[in-house]
């Protein structure tokens, strides 16, 4: 299984401050991504990193890979209240489509 | 252009009866999956469907549960007979078809049921 599993389960912060979640998973992968869920909502796609790169930015987020220990970590620099959300890695894509995602991480931003 | 549409967002069903879920991909989309999420869980993948065909099932229960995205229409998602522990979220997703398909996927909001 590529599952990726998200720590911390949960994370509480201030605006402003950065949040960090991380991601482990087991196999070979192709590529890794994030995707954001509000509640009660469908997932919306954040980023992608391929199994090459190391690091990819996009806007407040920072993505950074290592196939080494098969890990991927999500950083959201100077947070605010509307990113809070549950954050999920998923692994997959290429030839394997069925993408497998872990259970998240739950970050709460307080105002 | 519209986003993945999924109806109903909330369904009741009570046990042995049947559920139907639809999906409107986005335009221009022909790849569908179907997702199923349980509280607290990520997603699980259940099928994977392109236009008049199903490509591959393997997350899905070989009994009472079946797919379909036709040539016209949306991709209909039924279970027969249900259960209390079909009781989820189950989410639609749509790709488009050039390029890497699998690479960023577009979900509908999902639709809840609930089993009585």
């Known amino acids: 299984s590529q599952q990726g599993e998200e720590d911390p389960q949960a994370l509480s912060i201030q605006e402003g401050e950065n949040a960090t979640m991380n991601c482990s998973y087991k196999?070979?992968?192709?590529?890794l991504q994030w995707y954001r869920q509000n509640s009660g909502r469908g997932l919306v796609h954040l980023i992608l990193?391929?199994?090459?790169?190391r690091e990819k930015h996009s806007g407040r987020l920072r993505v950074t890979l290592d196939t080494s220990k098969k890990s991927s970590s999500l950083l959201i620099t100077a947070s605010r209240a509307a990113d809070t959300a549950s954050y999920f890695c998923?692994?997959?894509?290429?030839?394997?489509?069925?993408?497998?995602f872990g259970k998240g991480t739950l970050l709460t931003v307080n105002p | 252009n519209a986003g993945v549409m999924q109806n109903p967002r909330h369904l009741v069903r009570r046990r042995g009866q049947e559920a139907r879920l639809r999906c409107s991909p986005m335009?221009?989309?022909?790849?569908v999956y179907w997702y199923r999420q349980l509280p607290e869980e990520g997603l699980k993948f259940m099928v994977y469907?392109?236009?008049?065909?199903?490509?591959?099932e393997s997350g899905m229960p070989k009994e009472r549960f079946s797919a379909e995205f036709p040539k016209e229409g949306p991709s209909i998602l039924r279970i027969q007979q249900v259960v209390r522990g079909d009781s989820a979220a189950y989410f639609c997703?749509?790709?488009?078809?050039?390029?890497?398909?699998?690479?960023?996927?577009?979900f509908g909001s999902g639709t809840q049921l609930s089993v009585l």
């Open positions: 997703a749509s790709s488009p078809a050039k390029d890497n398909p699998f690479e960023k996927l577009f």
């Open positions: 196999t070979s992968i192709n590529n």
């Open positions: 990193i391929r199994s090459n790169e």
């Open positions: 998923a692994t997959g894509g290429g030839s394997n489509y069925k993408l497998t």
């Open positions: 335009k221009g989309h022909s790849h």
């Open positions: 469907l392109q236009k008049e065909n199903i490509i591959d």
